[in-house]
């Protein structure tokens, strides 16, 4: 399984794993930039993670949202 990781809705990674995802993200978040990470799963339903600026976390979203 990997993770792609976008930034303002642009993808820019991949990674194998949902940790290294969020860390290669992690240095956007001073920009303030849309976040999201997805699953690139093809056993299950894609599922979608976005960074809460107001929650300071990764929050699980509903499949589809880039």
């Given at each position: 399984?990997?993770?792609?990781?976008y930034?303002?809705?642009?993808?820019?990674?991949?990674a194998s794993s949902l940790r290294a995802a969020q860390l290669l993200a992690e240095g956007f978040i001073c920009d303030l930039?849309?976040?999201?990470?997805v699953s690139d799963n093809e056993l299950n339903a894609e599922r979608v993670w976005i960074y809460d600026y107001r929650a300071l976390q990764w929050v699980e979203q509903a499949g589809g949202a880039t």
């Open positions: 399984m990997g993770y792609l990781v930034i303002d809705g642009n993808e820019a990674w991949c930039k849309k976040l999201t990470i």
